[in-house]
């Protein structure tokens, strides 16, 4: 490693590289480090980087006002610092976007401390504060300072950030306005004509469709990682659900995201992740078919994944498809024609999403 500036480069840059799911080719790289070195600083600063990403996401807890933000930033923030980020990262994080920056200062911090004081793996596991048990058994008493170092910086910095912007805008959520109650009379017959223009959301599956609050992550039965409706899959083909660009695309298969475009040219993001907590299998049964900036259109096909394999793992393959910036369109609704639970063939209608903007517009005079 190359010293304290690397390890300060590498835990700078390791969230975003998770972002991008190029982390997935780290471990052949950490076994060759593994015989050469006796030890790898991958790890060691991937743990550092997953803590400082929940320190952010647990302060945000601490601050927010709502109870949608609370309950999302708490649970996620729980989760990132035993290792799974994902939920803190694209849920919390990601969507207030400086308690993700201030977290990758954090993670710079502890990947820098992590050079200095020559923590190496010799195993992997979940990348947090259990992250210690992977580490050469001198470091342990070492790595377990720096976790609660890295923690303890980065929690204080989005809290005194977080205060600022309390103390400067009211609140840090940015839902804190509240939504406006549903229009009568002549507004209301401009949210109907709205509906005749939404954007309409094939099934990217052919299985049984169940309401969202239906399935058992918590967070998607909330609707806090957005508005829709979720799929127990019976053939294991993942297909676009709209025309557009593909924005999201794990290496590992199990998640993506299709970016179309509304009528009035405002976006419209579908995410549709196969299962829960299958990132863990990393990538095992699953065969990705598009990748990330492929243009797609409706029915093609994004991924195959074994069903029977998945569930052999102790993994569920219930899959959420949610418009995940729901807050800036529209309703989302069930299509007209889908009945919940009730089975759906792909390319069959799910989902239509309103144009805020037509749903929004006051009566004329």
Same mark, same amino acid.
């Given at each position: ?18 972002i991008t799911g190029l982390h997935q080719s780290f471990p052949p790289i ?25 320190? *952010? ?6 601050? *927010? ?9 708490? *649970? ?57 048990? #992977? ?77 969202? #609050? ?25 297909? #676009? ?9 794990f290496p590992s298969g199990h998640a993506f995201a299709v970016r179309t ?53 102790g993994y569920e393959v219930t899959t959420p498809v949610v418009v995940a ?35 929004? *517009?006051?009566?004329?005079?």
């Amino acid at each position: 490693m190359a010293g304290p500036l690397g390890g300060l480069l590498f835990g700078l840059f390791y969230s975003p590289i998770v972002i991008t799911g190029l982390h997935q080719s780290f471990p052949p790289i950490e076994i060759q480090l593994w015989a050469s070195d006796g030890g790898s600083f991958v790890f060691p600063v991937a743990s550092m980087a997953n803590i400082a990403q929940g320190a *952010a996401t647990l302060a945000v807890w601490t601050l *927010a006002k709502s109870d949608k933000l609370k309950g999302l930033a708490g *649970a996620s923030g729980f989760s990132a610092i035993f290792g799974i980020t994902e939920p803190a990262i694209f849920g919390v994080n990601l969507r207030l976007r400086w308690p993700f920056f201030v977290a990758m200062g954090g993670a710079a911090l502890g990947g820098a401390l992590v050079a200095i004081f020559k923590i190496k793996a010799t195993a992997l596991g979940a990348a947090g504060f259990i992250g210690v048990v #992977s580490m050469r058994a001198g470091d342990w008493g070492t790595f377990m300072i720096l976790a609660v170092v890295t923690f303890a910086v980065t929690f204080a910095a989005t809290w005194a950030y977080g205060r600022y912007l309390v103390a400067k805008n009211g609140s840090i959520d940015p839902d804190a306005a509240g939504t406006a109650p549903a229009a009568e009379g002549a507004a209301g017959a401009a949210i109907a004509k709205a509906a005749e223009d939404a954007t309409a959301v094939a099934s990217p599956l052919t299985g049984q469709a169940l309401a969202l #609050s239906e399935v058992s992550d918590p967070m998607f039965a909330a609707g806090k990682l957005g508005a829709g409706v979720a799929v127990v899959p019976e053939e294991g083909v993942l297909r #676009s659900p709209v025309a557009g660009t593909v924005t999201v695309a794990f290496p590992s298969g199990h998640a993506f995201a299709v970016r179309t475009k509304a009528q009035d040219g405002s976006n419209v993001d579908i995410l549709m992740h196969i299962g829960f907590d299958t990132v863990n299998l990393k990538g095992e049964h699953f065969s990705p078919r598009a990748g990330k900036g492929d243009e797609v259109q409706v029915g093609d096909v994004l991924c195959e994944f074994d069903i029977a394999a998945i569930k052999a793992a102790g993994y569920e393959v219930t899959t959420p498809v949610v418009v995940a910036n729901a807050k800036k369109t529209g309703p989302v609704l069930p299509a007209a024609s889908l009945a919940l639970p009730g089975a759906i063939t792909a390319g069959e209608g799910l989902l239509t999403v309103d144009m805020k903007q037509v749903a929004d *517009a006051a009566p004329s005079a």
